[in-house]
């Protein structure tokens, strides 16, 4: 199964702000896609990151606020821009096994505050 | 530190008994289904998933009963420990490894040693 190394684990970030949340995975993977997990709820699709087009962001969610890169097939960075409380949230990423099927393995999680 | 599943549904079982923790999904064109479960501070662990054309599975202690009728699923832990408390979701998913999971609300499940 992959493995995805995804940091910073956690941070604190002032309002107005910007962060930086990378995944990195131990095979190549096709699509990578992240989440957000607000306080006590489950887990919302922000958007799929296929290398080498624009991310397909899900309703409620654009790309001013969460910009996505995708260099290559082991790599994606999530940006959480102008940051507000609103935005404090467990951001995730994940990647589907290759092959297909077989489970979806995610990163273990960055928690923001934002203050 | 703050802890995932505040609000969620919660179902306290004592140790040693079978847990069911039950889900209603919402796409009667999904195929592919995972139970994961998480726990405090980490990412969501897989447990087991079963496909459309079947009805149940079962792995090491946790069976996956499938009910394509009404659009139900449920995960049933066996000989419930202590360490299997967490919160569980389920997930739902429609075509290939290359579209993404929808996950439904959750379930924290607290074992009482």
């Known amino acids: 199964s992959a493995v995805i190394s995804q940091k910073p684990s956690r941070d604190i970030c002032q309002r107005g702000t910007s962060l930086t949340i990378q995944c990195q995975v131990d095979s190549q993977v096709t699509m990578m896609f992240w989440y957000r997990q607000q306080p006590g709820q489950s887990l919302t699709l922000i958007a799929t990151a296929n290398q080498g087009s624009e991310a397909t962001y899900e309703s409620g969610f654009v790309i001013d606020k969460f910009p996505i890169s995708r260099p290559n097939l082991t790599f994606s960075t999530l940006t959480v821009s102008n940051m507000s409380p609103e935005d404090s949230s467990i951001y995730l990423c994940?990647?589907?096994?290759?092959?297909?099927?077989?489970?979806?393995?995610f990163g273990s999680g960055t928690r923001l505050t934002v203050v | 530190g703050e802890s995932v599943g505040l609000h969620l549904p919660t179902l306290s079982v004592q140790e040693g008994d079978n847990s069911i923790i039950n889900c209603a999904y919402s796409?009667?064109?999904?195929?592919?289904f995972i139970w994961y479960k998480q726990e405090s501070g980490k990412g969501p662990q897989f447990i087991i998933d079963?496909?459309?054309?079947?009805d149940k599975r079962q792995g090491q202690r946790v069976t996956v009963l499938l009910n394509k009728t009404v659009k139900h699923l449920s995960l049933q832990i066996a000989a419930t420990q202590p360490g299997d408390s967490a919160v569980y979701f389920c997930a739902e998913n429609r075509g290939s490894g290359n579209t993404p999971l929808v996950f439904g609300k959750g379930t924290r499940l607290s074992v009482i040693a």
């Open positions: 079963i496909r459309s054309n079947m």
């Open positions: 796409n009667s064109a999904s195929d592919y």
């Open positions: 994940s990647v589907a096994l290759p092959g297909g099927g077989g489970g979806y393995t």
